[in-house]
Nanobody, 125 residues
């Protein structure tokens, strides 16, 4: 059974940085993509970034492009999200997720089969 465990969240001032990690255990060799999603209070979950696991192609929501960087370490089975120039509107619970659906639309949460428990990111103004 795949387990995803996020870490690295916390409280940071606007303009600061955080790096989230997502450690994956029990992964199969059929991972198509892994992604980060977030959900702020009273809002729907939204796509943040994703990476195609084998090819390494990366995708970002426009609101985080040029500020966030998604990366993977295949040897460590770990996904990262480097977040720079954080803004108060980035405050949310951040979830990592894994998709096994080859060719699936990468920014849709419904295409991800496994999810972590989430880590809170709070950006103060």
């Amino acid at each position: 059974q795949v387990q995803l465990v996020e870490s690295g969240g916390g409280l940071v001032q606007a303009g600061g940085s955080l790096r989230l990690s997502c450690a994956a255990s029990g992964r199969t060799f059929s991972t198509y993509a892994m992604g980060w999603f977030r959900q702020a209070p009273g809002k729907e979950r939204e796509f943040v970034a994703a990476i195609r696991w084998s090819a390494g192609n990366t995708y970002y929501h426009d609101s985080v492009k040029d500020r966030f960087t998604i990366a993977r370490d295949n040897a460590k089975n770990t996904l990262y999200l480097q977040m720079n120039s954080l803004k108060p509107e980035d405050t949310a619970i951040y979830y990592c997720a894994e998709s096994l659906k080859i060719g699936a639309t990468i920014y849709l949460g419904k295409n991800y089969e496994y999810w972590g428990q989430g880590t809170q990111v709070t950006v103060s103004s």
